[in-house]
């Protein structure tokens, strides 16, 4: 399954989480209402109905709604939505000890803890840039932020969606071509912290980040191009956006 940000109800949380933003949560609580009842799959309503819960004021109704999303989640089995397991378990939990239950407070809090930094994502994996590299060549970790230019990166950062590394080339520094690798990690990895329950619930878009490098083991050219007009948008959301980079 793949994260679609064209997604009517995609856009109807981003179109939430924008009055939320802007200190209108009543808004913002309408339109996740709005993408709850025109959700048509198990994602869809997964996605709305975290939403909804957090505007709960009472902890039955958080809780009902949170139980609701993970009951979607836990029907989808897929690694677009396991890593909002751990945030979702805990947030459960929380609700549970405000009730006064401090049994399945725990038991949450334990499920929370085992699903943490624990990606279970098989790949494949890519890696986008403007870089001529060849099969065997090692990605490693240092190389200066695309998003931050005095910024040196301590992680090596990759993501399971070939359209999203595509992104990530068209945007990386650099005249030459965009090219998406086919790489493999060669130790451990993480969920990156930058957009993982940044605005969507765990990370949809399947992007994580090592310390041990990344081993080119192939170049895909399957991946949808974005238009002049759709980077340069995305140059000027960069360009505007003030929040720090968990390096």
């Known amino acids: 399954m793949e994260f ?9 949380c981003l179109q939430g989480i924008s009055m939320e933003e802007q200190g209108k949560p009543e808004e913002g609580s309408t339109f996740f209402l709005q993408a709850w009842h025109e959700a048509t799959n198990d994602f869809e309503k997964f996605l709305a109905a975290h939403y909804v819960a957090r505007h709960q004021k009472d902890v039955s109704d958080r809780l009902h ?9 836990l029907k989808i089995n897929d690694d677009t939505v396991k890593s909002a397991f751990p945030a979702l378990y805990f947030n459960i939990a929380k609700c549970y000890d405000e009730s006064g239950d401090p049994d399945n407070a725990k038991k949450n809090y334990e499920r929370a803890s085992t699903w943490k930094d624990n990606p279970s994502d098989k790949g494949p994996f890519y890696h986008g840039t403007k870089a001529d590299l060849q099969v065997g060549d090692l990605l490693t970790a240092g190389g200066s932020s ?54 969507f619930p765990g990370n949809p878009t399947r992007s994580y980040r090592s310390l041990a490098p990344l081993k080119i083991v192939g170049e895909t050219t399957d991946w949808v191009r974005q238009t002049p007009e759709e980077i340069q948008k995305w140059r000027e959301k960069l360009a505007n956006n003030t929040g720090e980079i968990i390096n």
């Not at 709604?65 to 993970?70: D, V």
């Not at 969606?161 to 992104?167: E, F, I, M, P, T």
């Open 4 to 12: 679609n940000p064209s997604n009517k109800v995609v856009q109807l």
């Open 65 to 73: 709604w949170l139980e609701t999303a993970l009951d979607f989640a």
């Open 146 to 199: 695309n998003y931050k230019t005095d910024l040196k990166m301590n992680h090596i950062y990759f993501t399971a969606l070939a359209n999203g590394a595509g992104l990530a080339a068209a945007l990386a520094k650099g005249d030459g071509p965009e090219r998406v690798y086919i790489v493999e990690p060669t130790g451990t990895f993480e969920n990156d912290p930058n957009v993982t329950d940044k605005k």
